[in-house]
C-alpha cells in the first residue's frame, strides 16, 4: 500500500485531529487532503508541493495547517476547532503534477479516515 492514512475519530466540536498520511511511494510526490461528508462530491481540503509550500481552501488555513515530515515520507493534517460540518471520510492523495491535486484527479488515492465531530 502505497498511501496510509490514519487519525481520524469522534470528536466534539471545538476539539483537535491530526491526521497523518504516509506515503512510501516518493519523496518527491505533492500530496493532497481531500474530504467527503455523506451526499456530497470530494473536495479538496489542502495540498502541499514537493517542497513544503501549503494551499489551502478558501476559511480552512484559519483552522487547518498541513505540513510534511520528508525524513518521515509523512504528511499531517492538523485540525482546530472542529465543526459538525467537518464530519467527513478525509483521503490523502498524490501526484508529481501539481494541478492534478488541484483538479481532484490525482494518480493515487489512500484509503480514507472517518472524522465525525459531534455537536
Known amino acids: 500500500v502505497q498511501l496510509q492514512a490514519s487519525g481520524g475519530g469522534l470528536v466534539q466540536a471545538g476539539g483537535s485531529l491530526r491526521l497523518s498520511c504516509v506515503d512510501s511511494?516518493?519523496?518527491?510526490?505533492?500530496i493532497g487532503w481531500y474530504r467527503q461528508a455523506p451526499g456530497k462530491q470530494r473536495e479538496l481540503v489542502a495540498a502541499?508541493?514537493?517542497?513544503?509550500?501549503?494551499m489551502y481552501v478558501g476559511a480552512l488555513a484559519d483552522r487547518f495547517t498541513i505540513s510534511r515530515d520528508n525524513a518521515k515520507n509523512t504528511v499531517y493534517l492538523q485540525m482546530n476547532s472542529l465543526k459538525p460540518e467537518d464530519t467527513a471520510v478525509y483521503y490523502c492523495?498524490?501526484?508529481?503534477?501539481?494541478?492534478?491535486?488541484?483538479?481532484?484527479?490525482?494518480?493515487?488515492w489512500g484509503q480514507g479516515t472517518l472524522v465525525t465531530v459531534s455537536s
Open positions: 511511494g516518493s519523496r518527491t510526490n505533492h
Open positions: 492523495a498524490v501526484d508529481q503534477q501539481w494541478g492534478q491535486l488541484l483538479r481532484i484527479k490525482p494518480a493515487q
Open positions: 502541499i508541493t514537493r517542497g513544503g509550500s501549503p
